[in-house]
């Protein structure tokens, strides 16, 4: 558990984090949205101490994290960037192996951890583990950074516009890659990210952020149904909220028994992607596959069906 309380930081007369309080619990994901400058990477930072506050505390299971020493704290929260951050002069399997290597983790054991995440993160270890950085595409590189920065299996991991840089499709994998590491491993995520939608479809509960203040700390349907202040309803109003809806929810829920033509898609993937998919390619239904295997279609009807409000309500309850 992550408790913030009263926490700030002030650069000369900039208030850049105002008396932020706000716990996180194990296993959540909490995003943390809002404009340019309104205090969220600086909040963020404050957890693993890249920043240190002005005044207020953060406690970690209970522990101030002034208390824990540097290597403890780095060893417990991995730390992923945009831009992915990658050491250019490092094959993927060193980059990745750097922290457990800092550890004096035993060769094998590295190894192993190493071929595993690859292997999660669909890169084939044959292929990849020797490649350099340059030699991989954008989205493959935002993935080596993640898989780095939860080498030492980190009970949290702070992201920062993880995904910015990433093209709509290649970033909703990456997002669907998250939401399953998470699963699979019980971490507690806090991510940055200036877009709603991408706040909406991974936070357990999103942080709202506005001038240094927290405006809002709630669920996404708590948020939609219930904008705490009118910067909170504008963020939401400044995209289209039937996509919104669409992209909180996965094709895995739609999924009906049957055949269908063409390319297939995951049943991770979005609502929202699911429709852009069926609108681009002219299909009115698409292949589902889960870990490679054909497991059932959807309709772009169902899909539409589900865009409606009182559908989202329903499926919330
Ligand atoms: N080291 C620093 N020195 C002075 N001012 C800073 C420093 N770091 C951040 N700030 C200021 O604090 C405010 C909050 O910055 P922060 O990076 O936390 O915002 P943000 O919400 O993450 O913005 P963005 O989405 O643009 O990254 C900004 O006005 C920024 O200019």
Redesign the pocket.
């Known amino acids: 558990m992550i408790e913030i309380t009263h926490l700030c930081r002030v650069?000369?007369s900039?208030v850049?984090?105002n008396d932020v309080s706000l716990t996180i619990a194990d296993g959540e994901i909490v995003a943390i949205v809002?404009?340019?400058?309104?205090?969220?990477?600086?909040?963020m930072r404050m957890i693993n101490r890249l920043?240190e506050p002005s005044s207020g505390s953060i406690k970690i299971d209970g522990r101030d994290n002034r208390e824990i020493p540097a290597e403890e704290l780095r060893r417990g929260i991995g730390y992923a960037i945009q831009g992915h951050g990658l050491f250019p002069h490092k094959t993927v399997g060193e980059n990745i192996a750097t922290v457990p290597k800092l550890l004096k983790w035993d060769a094998n054991r590295i190894k192993a951890r190493v071929d595993e995440l690859l292997k999660i993160f669909n890169l084939d270890p044959a292929i990849f583990r020797e490649r350099m950085p340059h030699e991989l595409s954008g989205g493959q590189q935002q993935r080596v950074g993640v898989a780095r920065a939860l080498a030492a299996e980190p009970p949290i991991l702070l992201m920062d516009?993880p995904f910015g840089a990433l093209d709509p499709i290649i970033r909703d994998k990456a997002q669907a890659d998250l939401l399953e590491i998470q699963r699979r491993y019980g971490t507690t995520v806090v991510i940055?990210t200036?877009d709603m939608d991408e706040a909406m479809r991974l936070g357990t509960r999103i942080a709202v952020?506005d001038k240094?203040q927290l405006q809002q700390f709630a669920t996404p349907a708590e948020i939609i149904a219930h904008p705490a202040t009118p910067f909170v309803r504008e963020l939401l109003e400044s995209g289209d909220r039937a996509l919104r809806l669409l992209s909180l929810r996965d094709v895995a829920e739609l999924i009906e028994p049957g055949d269908a033509e063409g390319n297939p898609i995951d049943a991770a993937t979005s609502l929202r992607s699911a429709l852009a998919e069926c609108l681009w390619s002219g299909r009115e239904t698409l292949p589902i596959t889960s870990e490679g295997r054909l497991i059932g279609r959807i309709r772009r009807s169902e899909i539409e069906r589900a865009a409606r409000f009182d559908n989202f309500e329903g499926a919330q309850r």
Request: charged share 10%; no cysteine; hydrophobic share 35%.
């Open positions: 650069y000369g900039l850049a984090v809002g404009t340019s400058g309104s205090g969220k990477t600086t909040l920043v516009e940055v200036h952020m240094g």
